[in-house]
């Protein structure tokens, strides 16, 4: 009777296990479908297709403008030098004349559907700029007065164009949602809380991946939209210097960050501008 019972308990505990397995597999199955089995969305600023978490483009520009009240805040505020946030919103509009050249250059017909609004925030302490879906664009004042030319700050903005116009953010948290089920997955599947965290680990080095790249391709539309505006996109190359030394030695390695090391985009960005100007930068651009 006793060995009977422990048959039954063994069985029991490996069904527990199919049922276990048969959920994950039904999370993970729900994950790759609601990514892959949708067809993606066409950017109607580039042509290209893309899987999107949200599909109208409103929906970023909403979500943009209810998070930036609080993401100005953050970072003390907007700036009070009129005369610099002039400057800011000047060249923001340049290049979104630029986006509207090459829309008109390689892909006839697209339209540029963002609001963008380009912001100057007080914070004179963080290096950095950043976009939020759907055209908010910001710039700290610690990075505006260590840039030395208006090249720079075309060059800064224009990247973050990039994320915007490339949908960065939106792409991001498809992936995100995609992760997030796998995760799910492994952990019902393990059913224990370390397989879950190893999971969750695993996605988040895949996504990094993600970023980085995202960073690149942001670069290459910064180097496009200066040389369109006016700007000699050269000038990105002295940012990078910037935030080179905003940085320092410190911070984690490139592998486990979303951004690559500022000496390596400078080999990229030379490479870009090759291969967008292989006859030479054009002349007469402002620097």
């Known amino acids: 009777m006793f060995g009977v019972g422990r048959q039954r308990a063994s069985g029991g505990g490996m069904s527990g296990f199919k049922v276990r397995l ?24 580039t042509g290209e297709e893309e899987r999107v978490a949200m599909h109208d483009e409103q929906q970023e520009v909403q979500m943009g403008l209810q998070a930036k009240p609080e993401l100005v805040q953050m970072h003390g505020g907007p700036t009070r030098d009129a005369a610099a946030q002039r400057m800011v919103s000047g060249i923001g509009q340049e290049l979104l004349g630029a986006v509207d050249q090459w829309i008109a250059e390689h892909h006839p017909g697209g339209e540029n559907p963002y609001r963008f609004e380009f912001t100057l925030l007080a914070d004179p302490k963080t290096v950095n700029a950043f976009a939020l879906p759907g055209g908010q ?17 075309a ?123 292989p006859q030479g930068v054009p002349k007469g651009l402002k620097p």
Not at 159 to 167: F, K, L, M, W
Not at 177 to 186: E, I, K, V
Not at 238 to 263: D, F, R, W
Request: aromatic share 6%; hydrophobic share 45%.
């Open 155 to 277: 060059g800064v903005l224009g990247h973050e164009v990039g994320h915007v116009i490339a949908r960065h953010g939106n792409k991001r948290m498809a992936k995100q949602q995609l992760f997030s089920g796998l995760a799910a997955a492994g952990g019902v599947a393990g059913g224990d809380v370390n397989a879950q965290r190893m999971s969750q680990m695993i996605a988040q080095m895949v996504s990094m991946k993600y970023g980085r790249d995202d960073e690149l391709e942001s670069d290459k539309w910064g180097v496009r939209l200066c040389e369109l505006a006016g700007y000699d996109p050269r000038a990105m190359i002295g940012v990078m210097k910037v935030l080179e030394e905003a940085s320092g030695s410190g911070g984690p390695p490139e592998m486990m960050s979303t951004h690559p090391k500022p000496a390596n985009r400078v080999a990229y960005i030379q490479g870009v501008i090759a291969e967008e100007f």
């Open 137 to 153: 664009v910001f710039i700290t004042q610690a990075l505006f007065d260590a840039l030395e030319t208006e090249g720079q700050l």
């Open 22 to 45: 048969l959920i994950a597999l039904a999370i993970a199955a729900f994950a790759l479908i609601s990514y892959y089995g949708q067809p993606g969305d066409e950017n109607r600023i």
